[in-house]
């Protein structure tokens, strides 16, 4: 069985751009296709169509037999191949599974889907229904991979390996947001689902200019999406970039010190944020930028739901530069006192453009930061303030009391020597 792939499909409605890729999986005739096609080849052709903005894969399986033209295939092993294969050239992609379903019995259409159900985003509207319908409403499954809170998605704002970003406006008002859309990397059971909606919910109620402000939220299958306020000037992270890789004292300083706003009044309320890093504060306005902290609790609870499908150990690779040791040895308790350390990191790379820690070539992230220690700040910033150097050294330290404990103390000695 193999697949072959459809044209990428861009359509164009007045100022607004949906983007999207068709991808068809086809059981192949040797008579009337001589060269088959691997899910590989499909992937590359999902890749082609990521490279080119595309926010979602139709991936549309059909069954090819001689003389009866195009017929539903749901064969799990080819889906999953394919599946598999798209995952991997994008990371982080929607996947929107499409066919029509033929005949009443329905048991291989929902064997498939049941088994990719973590992985697949989406189904068609009318493959549900007929599916709900054949099987008397035993097996539904939400259609999307949200309820549409926005009108269209305009474009991708970044990705990672949870998910992307995408730039959408709110059907209620045309108002610009940032659309997140997570993707479970294991199957989603609704004790869970509930338990991590339940979280980001608490979450939402935080109301601070300093914080990215949660307008909407939601989940179908394996999908969550967070409707965000949108930050037109990006990250820290993209400006460090424009800026040539680091950034004057008074512009640094004046950014952590409305960050550390946002994270006190967090901190009062009992919310520690446990993912703080450059690309995770965001910038508004002209000029005089206004820092907002974002993704609150998002990563976190994601992870401890366990939907991330990684380890404590696995995680904290991927963010080694702004974690703090005891983000991994004490992975299930988190503190104000970590996110002190997080954001202390941040200023440090925002000043130096390097990572307090030194981690050399081909040694493992993990065992770095267990062993501990860092650079102090004026080995890499020589002209830096004794003091402003003192306080970040104390943020920095590997031992929890010995830093400031949460971030309105960080705040207040800042502020002194700032």
Not at 154 to 160: Q, T, V
Request: overall charge positive; some cysteine.
């Amino acid at each position: 069985m193999t697949a072959s792939p459809a044209a990428g499909d861009r359509r164009e409605r007045g100022d607004r751009v949906v983007v999207t890729c068709a991808l068809t999986g086809v059981l192949t005739d040797p008579r009337q296709h001589p060269v088959p096609v691997t899910p590989e080849e499909m992937a590359a052709s999902a890749r082609e169509a990521w490279n080119a903005g595309a926010a979602v894969m139709h991936v549309h399986f059909r069954h090819q037999e001689p003389g009866r033209g195009h017929l539903p295939s749901w064969d799990p092993e080819v889906a999953t191949a394919i599946v598999d294969a798209i995952r991997e050239a994008c990371p982080g992609v929607v996947i929107n599974m499409t066919t029509g379903v033929l005949g009443p019995d329905v048991s291989g259409p929902i064997a498939c889907l049941e088994r990719l159900r973590p992985e697949i985003a989406a189904v068609n509207a009318g493959t549900l229904n007929y599916l709900k319908t054949r099987s008397g409403g035993r097996w539904a499954w939400p259609p999307m991979v949200f309820d549409n809170p926005v009108d269209k998605i305009e474009r991708m704002l970044g990705r990672g390996a949870m998910g992307a970003v995408y730039l959408a406006k709110r059907k209620d008002d045309s108002v610009k947001v940032a659309l997140k859309i997570m993707l479970a990397k294991v199957p989603v059971d609704e004790k869970s689902r509930l338990r991590f909606h339940h979280e980001i919910e608490t979450i939402g109620e935080l109301r601070h200019s300093n914080i990215v402000e949660l307008f909407e939220h939601g989940s179908a299958g394996s999908g969550f999406y967070f409707a965000m306020e949108y930050c037109a000037a990006g990250n820290i992270e993209e400006y460090m970039q424009k800026k040539g890789g680091q950034l004057p004292l008074e512009e640094a300083g004046w950014m952590i010190l409305q960050v550390l706003e946002g994270l006190a009044y967090a901190h009062q309320k009992g919310y520690v944020h446990r993912a703080i890093r450059p690309s995770n504060i965001l910038l508004t306005g002209n000029a005089r930028y206004t820092a907002k902290l974002g993704d609150f609790g998002l990563v976190r609870s994601f992870e401890r739901s366990g939907f991330s499908g990684m380890s404590a150990m696995a995680s904290g690779a991927t963010s080694s530069t702004f974690i703090p040791r005891e983000q991994l040895t004490q992975f299930r308790s988190s503190s104000p006192v970590s996110d002190v350390w997080s954001l202390a990191a941040s200023f440090y790379y925002m000043l130096t453009g390097r990572s307090p820690r030194v981690f050399p070539q081909g040694k493992d992230p993990i065992e770095v930061i267990l062993r501990g220690g860092f650079t102090p700040i004026r080995e890499c910033y020589p002209s830096i303030p004794r003091k402003v150097a003192k306080v970040i050294d104390r943020a920095l330290d590997d031992d929890m009391k010995g830093r400031y404990p949460d971030a309105s103390e960080f705040l207040r000695a800042l502020n002194k020597v700032l």
